[in-house]
């Protein structure tokens, strides 16, 4: 994929809960609640919290709504 073409996340392994709602075009709270309900995958890095992309394109693409 050329560098023009690239979207912004691809790549990511991890991601913030910040980017994590642009991502999925959910507020962060929401992004919570779906760590709480076990929707995604939680990896903590430091103190860190960050959500496993895979994780989240699984969520994405498995049609449930947010």
């Known amino acids: 994929m ?7 996340y691809d ?3 991890a991601m ?7 991502y ?3 507020s962060r709270k929401t992004v919570y609640q779906l760590i709480e309900f076990g929707e995604i995958r939680v990896v903590k890095q430091g103190k860190a919290t960050r959500l496993d ?3 989240l ?10």
Do not use: Y
């Open 2 to 8: 050329s560098e023009k073409n690239k979207k912004p």
């Open 11 to 13: 790549g990511m392994i």
């Open 16 to 22: 913030s809960i910040s980017d994590t709602a642009k």
């Open 24 to 26: 999925l075009g959910i």
């Open 53 to 55: 992309k895979k994780s």
């Open 57 to 66: 394109d699984d969520f994405r693409n498995s049609g449930k709504s947010a």
